[in-house]
């Protein structure tokens, strides 16, 4: 089974422009979860999709945005870069069966801002 | 959410059984124990969940407590691949619901 995947691996951007980022998620899951992680610092939740559907976001501004597509996969984009934005962003999907969730990660995009 | 705490660091002998600690005293009765590792940043790796019962699979065991205030992560047989931040949480299980990941134990394994 294959599992969660992210384009691009790296990405570097300078102040300013924008970035769109990929996901795909396992085949079956409809949710897709979006967490920024800087430098030695732990997750942050960004934003949460599940069927088409954005349901959630953490406190992020809205330059962050994103969406989920009819075959689950998923875009995050960020619009005015700015230097603190330089982080790992991770993917992660899941579905819901018997009541429990559990969320899968992809190996996430490394962003530099410039 | 309830609060998670871990030891900082571990080392450990290669080959042999790596046992991480955590404690959840403040844990709810809905809420589950998951651990998740995380290598060299790379994306965070799903361990392994339990509610109250122990939980086995291909990757580890999950011992926890009988009030289930703690927890312990059993790698039976550590390999140098084993090395990564291994975070505990206590979260429900219901759709939406962010993790939050704390300090972790940072494993190392020897060899």
């Known amino acids: 089974e294959a599992g969660v995947t992210q384009s691009p691996t790296h990405l570097i951007k300078t102040r300013g422009q924008q970035a769109t980022l990929r996901c795909s998620p396992i085949?079956?899951?409809?949710?897709v979860y979006w967490y920024q992680q800087a430098l030695g610092l732990g997750l942050q939740f960004l934003l949460w999709?599940?069927?088409?559907?954005?349901?959630n976001r953490g406190n992020f501004p809205p330059r962050f945005s994103g969406r989920q597509f009819p075959n689950y996969s998923s875009e995050l984009n960020v619009n005015a870069l700015e230097l603190e934005d330089s982080a790992l962003y991770l993917c992660?999907?899941?579905?819901?069966?018997?009541?429990?969730?559990?969320?899968?990660f992809g190996p996430g995009t490394r962003l530099l801002v410039l | 959410d309830a609060k998670t705490t871990q030891p900082t660091s571990m080392d450990c002998a290669e080959g042999r059984a790596a046992n991480l600690p955590c404690n959840h005293s403040?844990?709810?009765?809905?809420?589950?124990v998951y651990w998740y590792r995380q290598i060299h940043s790379q994306g965070p790796q799903y361990i392994i969940h339990?509610?109250?019962n122990n939980e086995t699979n291909e990757m580890a065991s999950l011992i926890i407590t009988e009030d289930r205030k703690s927890s312990t992560l059993i790698l039976p047989h550590a390999t140098l691949r084993d090395t990564a931040v291994y975070y505990c949480?206590?979260?429900?299980?219901?759709?939406?619901?962010?993790?939050?990941f704390g300090g972790g134990t940072r494993l190392m394994v020897k060899p």
């Open positions: 949480i206590v979260r429900p299980t219901w759709a939406g619901n962010m993790l939050t």
């Open positions: 339990g509610l109250k």
């Open positions: 999709y599940d069927e088409g559907e954005e349901r």
């Open positions: 992660a999907s899941s579905y819901l069966t018997g009541g429990l969730e559990t969320q899968y």
């Open positions: 403040t844990i709810s009765g809905n809420e589950y």
């Open positions: 085949s079956g899951h409809t949710s």
